[in-house]
């Protein structure tokens, strides 16, 4: 009994320290936070994913990653099933647009790009180019800076930026000045073509089509005086059918009640694999912030369980998380808490958790986590519908928008590359939104 007993203790002894050392090993060769989201962003970003957006497959490559991934950390789904299709409409370009003054190519990415919305066309060397002001005509604000201007039939030039006193009439809409309203009376007033000049590169959303080629070019691009105009733009507004990516982790204990964690993995695409919009911040930090949560607690589980999901159809008008909050396979009234990630990697001024004002009681629970790790600035703002959170709020569900505030990322351009992030800022966001749930 003696020996035996010895041999015992021994493999016991044995097996400790296997255990002991197997798990130095793991934890010394174990990829950091920042380290694996790094990988994730790159591929999210590469140019074979151009953009992540619908003129090619990038938003279905894209949703394929994240379903590996998923699969990957130990993610359960949902009959059988990771991926909820669905369809929309949406804008987008065929090939890459060209625009060419008094004989000079412009170069596309860097001095013009088309208007999200923007109709297709074709000229050459056409000599009719009529400036109008800003292009608005508003009846009811007696304004009209197409008097005296005949714009039929040619290439309306106008100035996209708006002086701010303009800005401060009484029940005057941002919608009464946007872009698409000033090409709808340019397509109306007979206009081939219009060119708004504009300080800033910035891309929108392509969920809607004009009638006419639209294209932004860049005021330090544009000649003082033009003698000749050629293009050529092809876009299509059709059907699309895109998807959510679901993943589900079950919590430490049974629960009714359930956490859910959000991203958009969408982009607004590109022309083509040399000009795109790589979304690094916008919103391949967010994704890359949602796979290390999903790793961190399936190692550390919470009492309630997690739904992750990455959306699709965000750029085009919260259209993935929409009908996620129409046909969510967890029922919207048992959610705890929600918590959407949205350009999470470039900020001067610390964190933003919009919902904050709106929820108190949960944005003290916040504040107290972010000064207890020393995370800096946290903000709050009332909700918005800017991002996917705010389909779930119009429900009734409690969550916080958490982005990082002021950031150096070019919006929408094709500079949004990994390269630039700021990932001291995601990782503040990671360690915030991981104590935050696990306070709640």
Request: aromatic share 12%; charged share 20%; net charge neutral.
């Given at each position: 009994?003696?020996?035996?007993?010895?041999?015992?203790r021994?493999?016991?002894?044995?097996?400790?320290?296997?255990?002991?050392?197997?798990?130095f090993?793991?934890?010394?060769?174990?990829?950091?936070?920042?380290?694996?989201?790094?990988?994730d962003?790159?591929?999210?970003t590469?140019?074979e994913?151009?953009?992540?957006?619908?003129?090619?497959?990038?938003?279905?490559l894209?949703?394929?990653?994240?379903?590996?991934?998923?699969?990957?950390i130990?993610?359960?789904?949902?009959?059988?099933?990771?991926?909820?299709?669905?369809?929309?409409?949406?804008?987008?370009?065929k090939?890459?647009?060209e625009?060419?003054?008094?004989?000079?190519a412009?170069?596309?990415g860097?001095?013009?790009?088309?208007?999200?919305?923007?109709?297709?066309?074709?000229i050459?060397?056409?000599?009719?180019?009529?400036?109008?002001?800003n292009?608005?005509?508003?009846?009811?604000?007696?304004?009209?800076?197409?008097?005296?201007?005949?714009?039929?039939?040619?290439?309306l030039l106008?100035?996209?930026k708006?002086?701010?006193?303009l800005?401060?009439?009484?029940?005057?809409e941002?919608n009464?000045?946007?872009?698409?309203s000033?090409?709808?009376?340019?397509?109306?007033?007979?206009?081939?073509?219009?060119?708004?000049?504009?300080?800033?590169?910035?891309?929108?959303?392509?969920?809607?089509?004009?009638?006419?080629?639209?294209?932004?070019?860049?005021?330090?691009?544009f000649?003082?005086?033009?003698?000749t105009?050629?293009?050529?733009?092809?876009?299509?507004?059709?059907?699309?059918?895109?998807?959510?990516v679901?993943?589900?982790?079950?919590?430490?204990?049974?629960?009714?009640?359930?956490?859910?964690?959000?991203?958009?993995y969408?982009?607004?695409?590109?022309?083509?694999e040399n000009?795109?919009?790589?979304?690094?911040?916008?919103n391949?930090?967010?994704?890359?912030?949602?796979l290390?949560?999903?790793?961190?607690?399936?190692?550390?589980p919470?009492?309630?369980?997690i739904?992750f999901?990455?959306?699709?159809?965000?750029?085009?008008?919260?259209?993935?998380?929409?009908?996620?909050?129409e046909?969510?396979?967890?029922?919207?009234?048992?959610?705890?808490?929600?918590?959407?990630?949205?350009m999470?990697?470039?900020?001067e001024?610390?964190?933003?958790?919009?919902?904050?004002?709106?929820?108190?009681?949960y944005?003290?629970?916040?504040?107290?986590?972010?000064?207890?790790?020393?995370?800096?600035?946290?903000?709050?703002?009332?909700?918005?519908p800017i991002?996917?959170?705010?389909?779930?709020?119009?429900?009734?569900?409690?969550?916080?928008?958490?982005y990082?505030?002021?950031?150096?990322?070019?919006?929408?351009?094709?500079?949004?590359?990994?390269?630039?992030?700021?990932?001291?800022?995601?990782?503040?966001?990671?360690?915030?939104?991981?104590?935050?749930?696990?306070?709640?």
């Amino acid at each position: 009994m003696t020996v035996r007993f010895s041999r015992i203790r021994f493999n016991a002894l044995y097996l400790f320290l296997y255990f002991i050392f197997t798990t130095f090993i793991t934890q010394l060769f174990a990829q950091s936070p920042k380290e694996i989201a790094i990988k994730d962003v790159e591929y999210l970003t590469s140019p074979e994913l151009m953009g992540r957006g619908y003129s090619n497959k990038g938003h279905i490559l894209a949703a394929q990653y994240i379903e590996s991934r998923f699969q990957e950390i130990g993610l359960e789904n949902f009959d059988h099933d990771y991926m909820q299709t669905f369809k929309m409409k949406v804008n987008y370009f065929k090939a890459e647009p060209e625009l060419t003054v008094n004989g000079t190519a412009l170069t596309l990415g860097e001095d013009f790009l088309p208007y999200c919305m923007s109709g297709s066309g074709e000229i050459q060397n056409h000599s009719g180019v009529v400036l109008a002001g800003n292009g608005l005509m508003i009846p009811q604000k007696n304004l009209n800076d197409y008097q005296g201007v005949n714009v039929a039939g040619a290439i309306l030039l106008v100035e996209g930026k708006i002086p701010n006193i303009l800005k401060k009439v009484k029940k005057l809409e941002k919608n009464d000045y946007s872009y698409a309203s000033r090409a709808d009376v340019a397509t109306v007033l007979g206009a081939r073509a219009m060119i708004i000049l504009v300080d800033k590169l910035t891309y929108g959303k392509p969920n809607i089509a004009k009638n006419i080629p639209i294209f932004e070019v860049l005021t330090s691009a544009f000649p003082p005086n033009v003698e000749t105009v050629s293009y050529s733009v092809k876009s299509k507004f059709k059907n699309v059918k895109t998807q959510n990516v679901v993943g589900y982790l079950p919590g430490k204990f049974k629960s009714d009640s359930t956490i859910i964690i959000t991203a958009h993995y969408d982009h607004i695409g590109g022309f083509s694999e040399n000009v795109y919009f790589p979304g690094a911040n916008d919103n391949a930090s967010g994704v890359a912030l949602l796979l290390c949560l999903a790793e961190h607690f399936k190692k550390n589980p919470l009492k309630h369980g997690i739904l992750f999901v990455a959306f699709s159809g965000e750029e085009v008008g919260l259209k993935g998380s929409q009908y996620f909050a129409e046909h969510s396979p967890v029922k919207l009234n048992e959610v705890k808490f929600l918590i959407n990630l949205d350009m999470v990697a470039s900020g001067e001024s610390g964190i933003v958790a919009m919902g904050g004002e709106d929820l108190p009681e949960y944005y003290t629970i916040l504040k107290a986590v972010n000064d207890s790790l020393g995370l800096g600035e946290l903000g709050k703002r009332p909700h918005t519908p800017i991002s996917d959170h705010y389909p779930f709020v119009e429900k009734g569900v409690k969550g916080f928008y958490l982005y990082t505030n002021d950031g150096k990322q070019p919006y929408h351009h094709i500079d949004d590359k990994p390269e630039t992030l700021e990932w001291d800022d995601f990782l503040n966001t990671f360690e915030l939104t991981k104590h935050f749930l696990r306070q709640l």
